[in-house]
């Protein structure tokens, strides 16, 4: 009898044809919605192998239950949602997809940097309201991006990959990391700060750090004090590194100029949530990584980790 292999939502039939041969099939049968939990735990109860999303908390009962279970391929680099200590007692191997998702999520940061800056949502709601009756020199005027100082938290492969788009844009590149990055300060020019010195000096703070306790709630309300007036806050990494009052708190103090988030402390956020309501903050649905092509990568990278686990090959991306 083939392996079981459960895929948490609708995917693309085409990307999984090359697997149908090896593998028994399941897959949820809805693209926009989430696997209810009664589901997941009775489909993992005799699969092999897991491809599921951040929308899927994999806790201790999911590892219970899933006495088969060899592998958990999260369609996602972060995993944040993957309890790793019930995986490894259970001797499930665990795979999320670096690489393939760099550079379209640097291009969504770079997206949610100038659109805030230059208040591009705002500027098409004015069009589309019919406000545009005149032209004047400050309309919807905003903040040059270029030639700014940015501040990059958590240089990783993103990280980069944001940091080698600013030189582009003749942007000072200052970065905080747990470790300094020697060969990246060459390469791109950037230079390390203590985590104080960027929030002080930088125009644009961008949050590219994965959710760990040692970065929970680390933009808090001392953080925002200690940003300029000016500047522009950006998260694209997990909602759980912003204390959210706080974020509120400093943008009606008008102790940050604006903010762009494609993460939120929980997701989907609520319809009164108060960041929905402020012009200048752009919020979107964590689609960082969401180009047609690059999902297909990450499902395809997804798939051939759980086929090298399951075949004895080894996986690819193990996050360890
Ligand atoms: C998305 O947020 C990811 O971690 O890939
Ligand atoms: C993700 O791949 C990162 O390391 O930033």
New binding site residues.
């Given amino acids: 009898e083939k392996p079981k292999l459960y895929i948490t939502r609708k995917v693309p039939e085409k990307i999984l044809e090359p697997f149908q041969q090896d593998f028994t099939i399941s897959m949820w049968k809805y693209e926009e919605e989430p696997v209810p939990r009664e589901v997941l735990l009775k489909e993992i109860s005799d699969a092999h192998g897991v491809l599921c999303m951040?929308s899927e908390t994999m806790d201790q009962e999911i590892f219970n239950t899933g006495s088969s279970l060899q592998v958990v391929a999260n369609?996602?680099?972060?995993?944040d949602n993957i309890d790793l200590h019930a995986a490894r007692e259970a001797g499930v191997v665990v795979t999320?997809?670096p690489g393939v998702?760099t550079e379209s999520?640097a291009d969504l940061a770079f997206s949610l940097l100038l659109s805030t800056a230059r208040r591009i949502v705002e500027a098409n709601q004015y069009i589309k309201e019919d406000k545009w009756k005149q032209w004047s020199p400050y309309l919807l005027a905003g903040m040059d991006v270029h030639n700014k100082t940015i501040g990059i938290v958590g240089m990783g492969r993103i990280g980069e990959a944001i940091a080698r788009r600013a030189q582009g844009f003749g942007m000072e590149i200052l970065y905080h990391n747990r470790s300094r990055k020697v060969e990246s300060e060459k390469q791109i020019g950037a230079t390390y700060v203590d985590f104080d010195t960027l929030l002080n000096k930088a125009d644009l703070v961008v949050s590219v750090v994965p959710a760990t306790p040692q970065t929970n709630q680390m933009f808090n309300k001392e953080a925002f004090q200690k940003m300029k007036r000016s500047s522009i806050f950006i998260n694209i990494?997990?909602g759980s590194v912003v204390n959210e009052n706080a974020l509120v708190e400093a943008l009606e103090m008008g102790e940050i100029s604006a903010a762009g988030l494609d993460?939120f402390a929980e997701e989907p956020i609520r319809s009164d949530h108060p960041l929905l309501d402020k012009t200048n903050v752009i919020c979107l649905p964590?689609i960082?990584?969401a180009s047609t092509e690059t999902r297909s990568s990450?499902l395809q990278l997804c798939l051939e980790n759980i086929s090298g686990v399951i075949h004895g090959t080894g996986p690819i991306t193990e996050v360890k």
């Fill in positions: 951040l369609l996602a680099v972060g995993y999320n997809t998702l999520t990494s997990r993460v964590h960082g990584s990450m």
